[in-house]
């Protein structure tokens, strides 16, 4: 595990800029994409902005939502309540929001519903859809091209969709972790082993420790805002920095002695047994004599009952306090 390779430094904190997709998305409209020209800038009659003329040619392939209704009554009554009506009411309300996603319907219209004249993302690839999403959101998913994810063509409606879902919040096609289940079933007996992260009791969620739209690291795992593992979000005790840090914890990471999933051990050790752990790295002979015991170390008591503060301390160089 490298979960703290030096990239990580320029990892951006992007959960706080909640629009910062759309930021993305203005600035292309300044050059040429067609479907944010229309989140934007669509009913621009009254007040056009200086220079808009070459836009105003594609906007009128557009017909705005209004329309969209007249025939697709059922979707549109459902989209009310959908996160992305707020696109319409955006730029004082000259945002499309059918259109956004499924492009000029004009023709489709015209052609009494046409289905060979619109965009269905449903009939397209994974990354066709992906880049439809991309436009406005790529400012909080900037890693989503290069994630596993994408590129095992799994795009954003694998996830989610944007008719069907049933939480309304984050637009998932199921809730976690039953979604990631439909896929990552190999995992899923990890998660019932005598001690685990309780994922399935609704505790802690895949996405508390993973990010399905990519990261910096492997196996697409969150950092903290200050660039630790995530782990020390939650366990902060562990986070340090200590006086007297333990080695073992700065290179290998906590993966080096858990496994989060699940394990055998109550402290989610990837050794049945602590003492077996500490002897992978500090060599049997040397504790005996440093213990004072003539026989080997496996007769000692759990190496943690006197190096009580394993993680690090700022009292004792061997973390017996
Ligand atoms: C004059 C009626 C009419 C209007 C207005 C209309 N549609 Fe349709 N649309 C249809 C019909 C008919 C179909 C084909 C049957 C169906 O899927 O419901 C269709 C199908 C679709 C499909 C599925 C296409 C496919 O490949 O199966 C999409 C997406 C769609 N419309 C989006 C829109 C959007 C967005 C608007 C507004 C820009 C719009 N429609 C306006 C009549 C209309
Ligand atoms: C944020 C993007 C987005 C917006 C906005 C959006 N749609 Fe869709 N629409 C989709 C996707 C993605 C699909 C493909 C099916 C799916 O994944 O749910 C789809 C499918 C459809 C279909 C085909 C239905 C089917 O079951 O195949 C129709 C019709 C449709 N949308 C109409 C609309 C109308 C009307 C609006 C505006 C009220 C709208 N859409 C707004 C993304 C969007
Ligand atoms: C024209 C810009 C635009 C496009 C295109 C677009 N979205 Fe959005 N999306 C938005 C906006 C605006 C919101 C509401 C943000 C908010 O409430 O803070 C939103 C909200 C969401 C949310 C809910 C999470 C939240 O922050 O509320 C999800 C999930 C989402 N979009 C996924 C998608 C997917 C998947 C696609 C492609 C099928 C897509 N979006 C296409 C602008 C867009
Ligand atoms: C492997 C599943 C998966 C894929 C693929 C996926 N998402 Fe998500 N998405 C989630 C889950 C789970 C959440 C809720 C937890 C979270 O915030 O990470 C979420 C949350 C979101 C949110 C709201 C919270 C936020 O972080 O802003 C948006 C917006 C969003 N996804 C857009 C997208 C877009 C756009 C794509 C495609 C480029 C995409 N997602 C691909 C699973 C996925
Ligand atoms: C539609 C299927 C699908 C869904 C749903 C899905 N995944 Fe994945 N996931 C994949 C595929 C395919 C890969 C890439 C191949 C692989 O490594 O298994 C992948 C890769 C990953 C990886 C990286 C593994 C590695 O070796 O780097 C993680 C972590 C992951 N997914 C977590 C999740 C989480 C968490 C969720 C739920 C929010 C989720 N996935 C939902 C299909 C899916
Ligand atoms: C407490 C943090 C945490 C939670 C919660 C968590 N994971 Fe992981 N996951 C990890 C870490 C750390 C790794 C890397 C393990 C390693 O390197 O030994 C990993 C690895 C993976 C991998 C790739 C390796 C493999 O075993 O195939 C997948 C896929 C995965 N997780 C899916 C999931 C899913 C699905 C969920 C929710 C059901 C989930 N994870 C919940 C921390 C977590
Ligand atoms: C979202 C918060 C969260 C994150 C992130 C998280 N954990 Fe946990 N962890 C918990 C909770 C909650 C428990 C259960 C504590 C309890 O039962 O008292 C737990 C339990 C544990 C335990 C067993 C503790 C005990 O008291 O026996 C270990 C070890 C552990 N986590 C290690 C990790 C590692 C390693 C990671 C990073 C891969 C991680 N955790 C990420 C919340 C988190
Ligand atoms: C050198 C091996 C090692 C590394 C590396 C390590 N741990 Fe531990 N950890 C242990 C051992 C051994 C225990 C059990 C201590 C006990 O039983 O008293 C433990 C216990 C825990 C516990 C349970 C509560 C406690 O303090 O006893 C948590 C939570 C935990 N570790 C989180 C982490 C996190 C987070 C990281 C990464 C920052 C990490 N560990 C790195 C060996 C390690
Ligand atoms: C992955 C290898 C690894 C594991 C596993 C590991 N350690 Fe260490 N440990 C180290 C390294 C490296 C040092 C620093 C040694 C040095 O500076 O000479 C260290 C230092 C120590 C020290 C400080 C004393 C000294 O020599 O500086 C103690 C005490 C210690 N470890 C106890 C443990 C115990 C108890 C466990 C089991 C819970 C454990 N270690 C697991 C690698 C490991
Ligand atoms: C009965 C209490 C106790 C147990 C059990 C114990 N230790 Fe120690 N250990 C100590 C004491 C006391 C020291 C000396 C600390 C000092 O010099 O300040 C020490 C020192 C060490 C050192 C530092 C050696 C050095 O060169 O300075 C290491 C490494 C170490 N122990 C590893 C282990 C491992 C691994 C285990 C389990 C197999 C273990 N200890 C079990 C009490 C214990």
Not at 256 to 284: D, E, K, V
Request: include cysteine.
């Amino acid at each position: 595990m490298h979960i703290e390779g030096p990239v990580r430094r320029f990892l951006i904190d992007t959960a706080s800029k909640r629009f910062s997709g759309l930021r993305v998305c203005s600035m292309l409209l300044l050059g040429m994409s067609v479907l944010c020209a229309t989140a934007m800038a669509a009913p621009a009659k009254g007040d056009k902005p200086a220079g808009a003329e070459a836009k105003q040619t594609d906007s009128s392939q557009f017909v705005g939502s209004e329309t969209c209704a007249t025939c697709h009554e059922e979707a549109a009554k459902k989209f009310a309540d959908n996160p992305h009506s707020k696109i319409a009411e955006m730029h004082g309300k000259a945002g499309a929001s059918c259109e956004s996603c499924h492009g000029p319907g004009k023709a489709h219209v015209d052609g009494g519903g046409d289905v060979t004249k619109i965009f269905n993302p449903g009939k397209h690839s994974a990354k066709e859809v992906d880049e439809t999403c991309l436009k406005c959101h790529a400012g909080t998913h900037p890693n989503f091209e290069r994630s596993p994810h994408a590129k095992a063509n799994v795009g954003c409606t694998s996830c989610h969709s944007i008719h069907k879902s049933e939480d309304k919040t984050e637009l998932l096609k199921a809730s976690q972790p039953a979604l990631c289940f439909q896929c990552h079933n190999d995992v899923k007996p990890q998660f019932s082993m005598p001690f685990h992260h309780k994922v399935n009791e609704g505790a802690v969620s895949c996405s508390d420790c993973h990010d399905p739209h990519g990261t910096f690291g492997n196996n697409n795992l969150k950092t903290t805002v200050d660039q630790n593992a995530i782990c020390t979000k939650c366990h902060t005790e562990t986070r340090g920095p200590f006086v007297y840090e333990h080695a073992a914890v700065k290179a290998e990471g906590c993966m080096g002695c858990h496994t989060p999933h699940g394990s055998q051990n109550a402290r989610l050790l990837n050794m049945p047994s602590i003492n077996t752990l500490c002897n992978q790295c500090h060599s049997r002979v040397a504790n005996a004599t440093v213990h004072g015991m003539g026989a080997g170390s496996d007769e000692l008591a759990p190496c943690t009952s006197c190096h009580t503060y394993i993680h690090g301390s700022n009292m004792n160089a061997a973390f017996l306090r």
